[in-house]
C-alpha cells in the first residue's frame, strides 16, 4: 500500500513517459498532418510533450474504425456477461496504475496531485466498476397489449459515440462518458481537451490491455475548434456527449444541425447558489464546506458554489468565517503533499479569472486573495479570493468564473434567497444549509437545480444523475439514467 503523503512524486514525475500520439484501430499513430500541439504543465510552464493534432482526416479514420467495431459486433455483440468481465478489469487496471494516471492529470492541467490520486483515479475506477456491474442488470421490457399480441422494447446501443470532454478533471470526465457508453455496447471516439489530453490517451491503452476490441475506444487529441468541430459535423456519429462551457455546447447543437441530426447531450455550465440560513446549527461546517465548494480543484468545477447567498443577521460573522478558512487553502506545488491549492490550467485561463477580479475591485468589496502569485517563480496560480457585497446584476453574480473566486451577498428572508439563487441562466446545482427539515424540503423542491445538496455541498455518486436545467444543459451523467443517452428503443410487436 502506497503512502501517498509520502510518496516522491517529484522524482516518479520524472520518470513517466507521455503517450503523444492519437490512438485509432487499437494502436497510436500520428496525425495525418503530421501537425502537433504542445502540452505544457501549467504549474512550471514546462512543455511536457507534443501531441499529435487530430484534423478532419484523422476524426474521419478514427469514425470509420469506431463504425466498423460496432458493425461486425466485436464488442456491440458481446454478452453482457462478457463486456462487464472487460470493464471490470479495465476498473483494476486504472486502480493498478493510479501513481501515473494522478501524475499524469496533475501535470497536465495543475491539480494537486494528492486530490487526482485519492479522488480522480479511484473515482474513476469506481465508475467503470459500477457500470460494468450495471451491465447484466438493465431489463428490457414487455408491453401491454391484447391477447395474441406480444410487445417487446428492447434498448439497444447507438452506435457511434463522439465525447468530448473538459481538462479540468481529465480522466474522470472521460469516465463519465465512456463507462456507461462501452457499457451499453456502443464504439466511442473521445477528444479530450486540448490541455489536458496524456490520461485519456494512456486509458484507450489500458482499455486495449484489459480486453476492449480494437477500435472500440479511439482517441483524438487536437484543438475544439479543428477536431472538436469535425467530430460534431461527422454524418457517422450517431451522438454526441459533451462536459464543457455553454456556449461551446450550443456550437454542437448547431453542428448536429448542420449535420445528421445526431442526438446531442450536453453538461454545460453553472453559477451555482449555496444559501445559508441563520437557523443552521453548525456554521463552522457550513463555512468548512462553503471554502471547499468553491476553493477545490482551484475552484475550475462546473458546479462550483461560487454564489454564497447568507442571511444578513449571520452575514458578517460568517464571512469572516469564510476568510479565514481561504487562507488555509495556499497555492502550492502540485506535486507537494502538503498543498492545498494547486495551479490554473493555463495562462489564458489565469488572466481570464484575473479578469473578474479586477472587476469585482472595483463593483465589490475585496474580503481576501485576488492576487496572481508565482510558485518557485514559475506557474499559473491565483490566491483563493472572496468579494461581500456582491450585486445580483453584477458579472460576478452572473459569468461562470471558473476559478477560485466566490461572490457573496446577503438576503432577510427565505423567498428572497430562493428568488436570488434561481436569478440565473444556469441550473446545474446549488447548496442549502438549514437545520430546519421543512425549509430544507421547502427550499429544495423551489430551486431549479439538477442536484440540490442539503448541508453538504455538490453531493454526487455514480448511484444518483449529475446534470443541469436551463443552460447548464441536456441529459444527465452517472446512474442508470446514463444509458439513456447510450441508447435508443425498439420495440418488435408480434402478432400469433
Known amino acids: 500500500m502506497v503512502d501517498l503523503a509520502r510518496h516522491d512524486w517529484t522524482k516518479e514525475a520524472a520518470a513517466i513517459r507521455f503517450r503523444d500520439k492519437a490512438f485509432i484501430g487499437g494502436k497510436p499513430v500520428e496525425a495525418l498532418s503530421g501537425e502537433t500541439f504542445d502540452c505544457i504543465n501549467p504549474a512550471t510552464g514546462g512543455l511536457l510533450a507534443k501531441v499529435a493534432a487530430c484534423g ?6 478514427a469514425v470509420k474504425s469506431a463504425r466498423a467495431a460496432f458493425e461486425d459486433g466485436r464488442w456491440s455483440g458481446k454478452s453482457p456477461a462478457d463486456r462487464k468481465a472487460v ?33 480522480d483515479v479511484p473515482g474513476s475506477a469506481a ?32 452506435g457511434v459515440v463522439g465525447a468530448v470532454v473538459p481538462w479540468n478533471f481529465p480522466l474522470d470526465m472521460a469516465t463519465w462518458k465512456c463507462a456507461p457508453a462501452l457499457a451499453m455496447g456502443n464504439s466511442v471516439v473521445l477528444k479530450p481537451a486540448e490541455q489536458s489530453p496524456l490520461s485519456a490517451l494512456r486509458l484507450a491503452e489500458l482499455a486495449v490491455e484489459a480486453g476492449l476490441p480494437d477500435g472500440v475506444l479511439n482517441v483524438v487529441p487536437g484543438l475544439g475548434e479543428v477536431t472538436g468541430r469535425a467530430l460534431g459535423l461527422h454524418p457517422d456519429v450517431d451522438c454526441i456527449t459533451f462536459t464543457g462551457s455553454t456556449q461551446v455546447g450550443k456550437y454542437f447543437l448547431g453542428y448536429s444541425a448542420q449535420s445528421n441530426m445526431k442526438q446531442v447531450w450536453l453538461e454545460c455550465g453553472g453559477k451555482s447558489p449555496n444559501l445559508i440560513f441563520a ?10 464546506m462553503a471554502a471547499f465548494g468553491i476553493f477545490f480543484n482551484q475552484g475550475e468545477i462546473c458546479s462550483a458554489n461560487s454564489r454564497l447567498l447568507v442571511e444578513r443577521s449571520i452575514a458578517d460573522a460568517f464571512l469572516e468565517k469564510m476568510a479565514e478558512r481561504a487562507r ?20 489564458g485561463q489565469t488572466a481570464r479569472i484575473m479578469s473578474f477580479i479586477e472587476h469585482g475591485r472595483k463593483t465589490s468589496r475585496l474580503v481576501s486573495g485576488g492576487e496572481q502569485v508565482r510558485v518557485d517563480g514559475k506557474g ?75 448541508n453538504t455541498v455538490d453531493a454526487l455518486s455514480p448511484m444518483t444523475p449529475f446534470g443541469g436545467f436551463k443552460q447548464s444543459g441536456i441529459g444527465r451523467d452517472l446512474s442508470l439514467h446514463a444509458f439513456d443517452k447510450f441508447s ?9
Open 328 to 347: 488555509r487553502y495556499t497555492p502550492g506545488n502540485p506535486l507537494d503533499p502538503k498543498s492545498s491549492m494547486g495551479a490554473i490550467v493555463d495562462e
Open 127 to 158: 465508475i467503470f466498476q459500477w457500470y460494468a456491474e450495471a451491465i447484466d442488470k438493465v431489463y428490457d421490457e414487455v408491453a401491454p397489449t391484447g391477447p395474441g399480441n406480444l410487445a417487446i422494447v428492447r434498448r439497444e446501443p447507438l
Open 56 to 61: 478532419e482526416a484523422d476524426v474521419d479514420r
Open 279 to 288: 437557523d443552521c446549527e453548525d456554521l463552522d461546517a457550513a463555512a468548512d
Open 87 to 119: 470493464l471490470l478489469k479495465l476498473a483494476d487496471l486504472i486502480r493498478a496504475n493510479m501513481i501515473e494516471l494522478a501524475l499524469l492529470d496533475s501535470l497536465d492541467m495543475g491539480k494537486l496531485v494528492m486530490d487526482a490520486a485519492t479522488v
Open 488 to 496: 435508443g428503443l425498439k420495440t418488435t410487436w408480434i402478432k400469433y
Open 380 to 454: 499559473c496560480f491565483v490566491q483563493p479570493t472572496i468579494f461581500a457585497d456582491v450585486d445580483a446584476d453584477d458579472r460576478l453574480s452572473r459569468e461562470e468564473i471558473f476559478g477560485p473566486v466566490l461572490a457573496v451577498s446577503t438576503f432577510d428572508s427565505e423567498g428572497e434567497a430562493i428568488a436570488r439563487a434561481n436569478d440565473t441562466i444556469y441550473g446545474l446545482a446549488a447548496s442549502v444549509w438549514t437545520s430546519n427539515l421543512s425549509r430544507a424540503h421547502r427550499v429544495s423542491e423551489k430551486l431549479r437545480a439538477g442536484t440540490v445538496s442539503v
